[in-house]
């Protein structure tokens, strides 16, 4: 995983006022909203014996534990330890780590390194026809496989005629050569595929967009954890068929993603289709996650230790970046615990 990046890491209409977990590197964080409405995000763990502070309440703006009621600010300082007489001195040690956090494009992005603020990158800018015209449908799944090789998959442009053959992939040329140009930014890449045209020409839906459609594939990488598909279908007119597919990928740990995605479209933005075309999404994610599940290592190889071929461009460009910055490191619950004990 990467260090210094602000990591997508829950969907905004998921945090109110109660406080919830949120698993990403083997560790709980625990996010609520204060009474201004601001997104607070501190480690899940009570410094005194290590309660689940999720399992709390929020008093006032402050979190008290679950198991024996101290209170701790949004700025991670213990104030009241209830068995204590008043006037007793809080021990220094009892603080917990916060996090920033910012909202944007409906998702909560929390920072995940030790960047002071004016050093941060920043927060990723989505393309605006899709965020502000187009009607999301959202998706939540927690899924075996790791969160670069699931990522990898959707910066793939040559598996669909494979993994997705028995849905979209079908109508794709399977014997035209794919090559394509990479542009590389300090915040991610992006490559594009045009395909000639779709296959069956007799398709109404040929008839619809005015001639065999040409399917264009761009697709965007996010650092650290978000991809992009913008996929248009028709002749570049303005009936063309267009959808988004941003997913924000959760590491839990080296075996387990949180996968959290929105389907934007343009066709059909009635609320009652919602459900359907949120089934079609979650339906071809899952396609991707059967096969990504079975790849012999979850953990992401060096590039030198697979094949690669031209096709596979964007991935290796994500894979430089991780090769490159990356902190290959999930804390062990074991771990974990000593750095917590340590800390106190
Ligand atoms: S474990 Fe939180 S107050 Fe004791
Ligand atoms: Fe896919």
């Given at each position: 995983?990467?260090?210094?990046?602000?990591?997508?890491?829950?969907?905004?209409?998921?945090?109110?006022?109660?406080?919830?977990?949120?698993?990403?590197?083997?560790?709980?964080?625990?996010?609520?909203?204060?009474?201004?409405?601001?997104?607070?995000?501190?480690?899940?763990?009570?410094?005194?014996?290590?309660?689940?502070?999720?399992?709390?309440?929020?008093?006032?703006?402050?979190?008290?534990?679950?198991?024996?009621?101290?209170k701790f600010?949004?700025?991670?300082?213990?104030?009241?330890?209830?068995?204590?007489?008043?006037?007793?001195?809080?021990?220094?040690?009892?603080?917990?780590?916060?996090?920033?956090?910012?909202?944007?494009?409906?998702?909560?992005?929390?920072?995940?390194?030790?960047?002071?603020?004016?050093?941060?990158?920043?927060?990723?800018?989505?393309?605006?026809?899709?965020?502000?015209?187009?009607?999301?449908?959202?998706?939540?799944?927690?899924?075996?496989?790791?969160?670069?090789?699931?990522?990898?998959?959707?910066?793939?442009?040559?598996?669909?005629?494979a993994?997705?053959?028995?849905?979209?992939?079908?109508?794709i040329?399977?014997?035209?050569?794919?090559?394509?140009?990479?542009?590389?930014?300090?915040?991610g890449?992006?490559?594009?595929?045009?395909?000639?045209?779709?296959?069956?020409?007799?398709?109404?839906?040929?008839?619809?967009?005015?001639?065999r459609?040409?399917?264009?594939?761009?697709?965007?990488?996010?650092?650290?954890?978000?991809t992009?598909?913008?996929?248009?279908?028709?002749?570049?007119?303005?009936?063309d068929?267009?959808?988004?597919?941003?997913?924000?990928?959760?590491p839990?740990?080296?075996?387990?993603?949180?996968?959290?995605?929105?389907?934007?479209?343009?066709?059909?933005?009635?609320?009652?289709?919602?459900?359907?075309?949120?089934?079609?999404?979650h339906?071809?994610?899952?396609?991707?996650?059967?096969?990504?599940?079975?790849?012999?290592?979850?953990?992401?190889?060096?590039?030198?230790?697979?094949?690669?071929?031209?096709?596979?461009?964007?991935?290796?460009?994500?894979?430089?970046?991780?090769?490159?910055?990356?902190?290959?490191?999930f804390?062990?619950?074991?771990?974990?615990?000593?750095?917590?004990i340590?800390?106190?």
């Open positions: 995983m990467l260090k210094n990046f602000w990591y997508a890491c829950e969907f905004s209409s998921s945090i109110t006022n109660k406080p919830k977990q949120v698993l990403m590197f083997n560790q709980k964080f625990v996010l609520y909203r204060n009474s201004q409405g601001k997104i607070v995000a501190l480690n899940d763990q009570c410094p005194h014996r290590g309660a689940a502070f999720s399992l709390g309440e929020i008093e006032k703006d402050c979190l008290r534990c679950p198991y024996h009621g101290w600010q949004a700025d991670g300082e213990c104030i009241e330890i209830p068995s204590n007489p008043p006037g007793t001195p809080i021990p220094k040690k009892a603080h917990v780590p916060t996090y920033p956090v910012e909202e944007k494009y409906g998702f909560i992005w929390l920072f995940y390194g030790d960047l002071p603020a004016e050093e941060r990158p920043p927060l990723p800018s989505f393309p605006e026809y899709m965020v502000s015209t187009m009607r999301p449908v959202y998706d939540d799944s927690i899924d075996n496989a790791n969160y670069a090789r699931l990522m990898e998959a959707n910066l793939d442009f040559t598996h669909v005629i993994v997705h053959k028995k849905s979209f992939g079908q109508r040329p399977i014997n035209k050569p794919i090559t394509y140009q990479v542009d590389k930014y300090d915040w890449a992006v490559a594009q595929v045009n395909y000639e045209s779709l296959g069956n020409s007799k398709s109404i839906l040929n008839f619809l967009l005015g001639g459609p040409e399917l264009k594939t761009k697709l965007t990488l996010y650092l650290p954890n978000v992009l598909a913008e996929i248009n279908v028709g002749r570049g007119g303005r009936f068929i267009k959808f988004g597919i941003l997913v924000a990928h959760l839990i740990d080296e075996n387990t993603t949180r996968v959290k995605r929105v389907l934007y479209r343009n066709i059909l933005p009635v609320p009652w289709l919602d459900g359907f075309f949120r089934k079609i999404d339906k071809l994610a899952q396609e991707d996650t059967v096969v990504v599940s079975t790849l012999n290592s979850q953990t992401m190889p060096k590039i030198s230790e697979e094949i690669h071929v031209a096709a596979d461009a964007l991935d290796i460009t994500f894979r430089q970046f991780l090769q490159k910055s990356q902190v290959d490191y804390p062990s619950s074991h771990e974990k615990d000593k750095q917590s340590d800390m106190n």
